[in-house]
């Protein structure tokens, strides 16, 4: 069983930043290196969104224009985790922070929710002044 479990998320003034985590457990593809990986959001009364990817090896990424230059996401398949460097945060970021690895057997980032496998329960960020 597959478990993705998000950490980091909290409460931040405008301007600030949030380092989030994703440790990844029961893979079973073996490692998360066999795994594409992403980030979503959900604000309350919208639709989930594609935050970010990367991939497999950890050399491509694709960024959602709205956090193009003050995000990055990294991983470690060493150590079965993903990171979110948030930076310059603004309350339009507020929202529940999901984590999902997808098999992806070609190794395409996808931007959407459907060509991911595995999720976690998310993490709350909030900005606010």
């Known amino acids: 069983q597959v478990q993705l479990l998000e950490s980091g998320g909290g409460f931040v003034q405008p301007g600030g930043s949030l380092r989030l985590s994703c440790a990844a457990s029961?893979?079973?593809?073996?490692?998360?290196?066999?795994?594409?990986m992403g980030w979503f959001r959900q604000a309350p009364g919208k639709e989930r969104q594609f935050v970010v990817g990367i991939s497999k090896s950890g050399d491509n990424t694709k960024y959602a224009d709205s956090v193009k230059g003050r995000f990055t996401i990294s991983r470690d398949n060493a150590k079965n985790t993903v990171y979110l460097q948030m930076n310059n945060l603004n309350p339009e970021d507020t929202a529940v922070y999901y984590c999902a690895a997808g098999r992806s057997i070609w190794g395409r980032i996808g931007t959407g929710a459907f060509e991911y496998d595995y999720w976690g329960q998310g993490t709350q960020v909030t900005v606010s002044s």
């Open positions: 029961g893979l079973t593809l073996g490692s998360l290196g066999s795994y594409v």
